[in-house]
């Protein structure tokens, strides 16, 4: 059973369009995360949400607007996309979201291209 | 400051041997989780190894272990018995007591293990 998936794998899209990457987990977590993983592969934090509700927000576009209908599942929309969105990006999980010792693990990633 | 630090973009070994992998982290924290993560060329972030700032021992994971140096604040990935499916990059990762959202990752080493 995967324990963190992604859909899609691949998501090939124009400039200006609107799309949408989602996530579960079944491993009873209470908190899930977004990360953006560049062509440098430098990974780096977007979004993390505990039980529904969002507790980081980096410094990431409002294009950019995560949803989770339940604990078990979030999803990133990403309006009007840019060519710099290009990117991997990441969903992972976590028991909390408050204890430093909680490992994160990560969904198998979504291949963003933007032309 | 860079809070992790992976000096090391490249990396070689022979098959069968032992290799390390660096890593320096930088907290004012008492409290802090360091982990170790490895991509293979298919994309996915596969978790490998943790270590609590607390603990008197280093961990280990069959052949991977952590060599953790707590006053010189390095947590080195230690692979014994190197095999060609150990090609891949590995990021060190850290979560800090303080602010134990945000997992803040190195840029990376790609290993390379040659036949």
């Known amino acids: 059973d995967t324990a963190v998936s992604q859909t899609p794998k691949y998501l090939v899209t124009q400039m200006g369009n609107d799309k949408s990457i989602k996530c579960e987990q079944n491993l009873g977590h209470d908190t899930m995360y977004w990360y953006k993983q560049d062509s440098k592969k430098f990974l780096k934090i977007m979004f993390s949400y505990n039980n529904k509700e969002l507790i980081i927000n980096e410094t990431v576009p409002n294009r950019f607007s995560p949803k989770s209908p339940d604990k078990a599942h979030l999803n990133l929309h990403i309006n009007s996309l840019e060519l710099g969105d290009s990117a991997v990006y990441f969903c992972?999980?976590?028991?909390?979201?408050?204890?430093?010792?909680?490992?994160?693990?990560f969904g198998p990633g979504t291949r963003l291209t933007v032309l | 400051a860079q809070k992790i630090t992976q000096t090391q973009p490249g990396m070689f070994v022979q098959e069968k041997e032992a290799v390390t992998l660096d890593c320096t982290y930088d907290t004012s924290d008492q409290s802090y989780g360091l982990f170790w993560y490895k991509q293979p060329s298919s994309g996915e972030m596969i978790f490998l190894i943790y270590q609590g700032s607390y603990d008197e021992q280093n961990a280990t994971e069959g052949r991977y272990s952590l060599n953790f140096q707590k006053a010189r604040k390095s947590a080195n990935l230690v692979i014994s018995a190197s095999q060609l499916g150990d090609s891949a990059m590995y990021f060190c990762?850290?979560?800090?007591?303080?602010?134990?959202?945000?997992?803040?990752f190195g840029d990376g080493t790609t290993l390379t293990v040659k036949p």
């Open positions: 992972a999980s976590s028991l909390s979201w408050d204890y430093e010792t909680d490992t994160q693990y």
């Open positions: 990762a850290m979560r800090e007591g303080s602010n134990a959202g945000k997992s803040t």
